[in-house]
């Protein structure tokens, strides 16, 4: 039996971390197809979780495809690709009616170049099993200096793909990707050159997403009257800064903007006294609307609120679950 770890005193949740051991095991073949996962009863007694909350990682790694489970019997690793048999591989190309020319096509170009059907066997389950143990261990990477991107994106990334997720600075990233045997790295393409020079020739594979680049809002703010105030509150410095320069190509002093971290409450207090429209990320609002209510009967008018829901675009969201084996 894997002996499962559980950190009690880790920012990700225990149940994310018990889904994520699972996926590895079940990625390198530790659990192979047909495996019986432990009980919940097993894994609470060894791992000191709640059986419900074992159960509800059960549940999640069903509704991935990855386990099924067997009325009065168990749990159990599903075949993946051509392990399942014909009923799979019937069903899996009617749902993609163009994968048997694609499969079709890549085998015969293997075969050509003098491959035997068991070495593209070989290669073929290779390269998926490898995606899969990249996948158990996701990584997101910033600069120290800017390490504040880097937990925006964490944060939405968590939320939105439902899988732990860990923030290693850029500057620490070789140390880390050399005591793992397989990892994904996501960075935004502001970093993607960095990430891919220590990423290289090492176990993983580097993933760059596309961000949110705040058009709308940018362009309301330039509609304000000459000598309005315009704040800007984020996780992100980088963010206000980008802004910042946007906004002063724009309209050079004709406006004052006014940036503030999201921890940084004075500059926040000021900003909700004066500003006509304040800019702000989902993980910010929460200390904006509080900062504001407390100063509400300070303030003749109250600011506009501009609360930007995603800083990962929708797309780049829909790749990394096609390239995590999430959707």
């Known amino acids: 039996m894997i002996d499962f770890q559980i950190q009690a005193d880790n920012d990700i949740p225990a149940s994310k971390q018990l889904y994520s051991q699972i996926r ?3 990625a390198s073949r530790k659990f192979p197809p047909g495996h019986r996962l432990p009980s919940t009863r097993q894994l609470a007694m060894q791992t000191g979780l709640h059986r419900n909350t074992i159960s509800k990682v059960y549940r999640q790694l069903e509704d ?7 009325a ?3 749990i159990y690793v599903r075949s993946q690709g051509n392990e399942g048999g014909s009923n799979l591989k019937s069903l899996t190309f009617d749902k993609y009616p163009n994968a048997s020319n694609i499969v079709k096509s890549s085998l015969d170009e293997l075969l050509s170049q003098g491959s035997s059907l068991n070495e593209a066997r070989e290669m073929l389950l290779s390269e998926i099993d490898w995606r899969y143990r990249c996948s158990a261990r996701v990584l997101v990477t910033a600069p120290f200096h800017d390490i504040g991107i880097g937990k925006l994106m964490t944060k939405e990334l968590e939320q939105a793909l439902n899988i732990a997720v860990e923030l290693v600075p850029i500057e620490e990233l070789n140390e880390v990707i050399n005591q793992i045997s397989a990892g994904t790295i996501i ?4 970093f993607i050159k960095e990430a891919e020079e220590i990423a290289v020739l090492k176990p993983v594979r580097v993933i760059p997403i596309d961000t949110y680049d705040y ?3 940018l362009q309301l703010l330039n509609t304000l009257p000459k000598g309005s105030y315009c704040g800007f509150v984020s996780l992100s410095s980088g963010v206000l800064r980008a802004a910042e320069l946007i906004i002063h ?7 004052v903007f006014m940036p ?3 921890t940084e409450i004075d500059k926040i207090n000021a900003i909700v006294r004066v500003a006509r429209i304040i800019v702000c990320d989902r993980f910010s609002f929460d200390i904006l609307k509080d ?8 303030i003749i008018r109250p600011p506009e609120i501009i609360c930007i829901e995603n800083y990962i675009v929708i797309n780049s969201i829909n790749l990394l679950k096609r390239e995590l084996g999430l959707g």
């Open 24 to 26: 590895l095991a079940i």
């Open 64 to 70: 991935t495809g990855l386990v099924e489970a067997q």
């Open 72 to 74: 009065g019997s168990g």
């Open 187 to 190: 960075t935004s393409r502001y």
């Open 215 to 217: 058009a709308q809002e």
């Open 249 to 255: 190509g724009w309209r050079g002093n004709d406006i």
């Open 260 to 262: 503030a971290i999201h």
């Open 291 to 298: 900062v504001l209510q407390k100063n509400r009967e300070d």
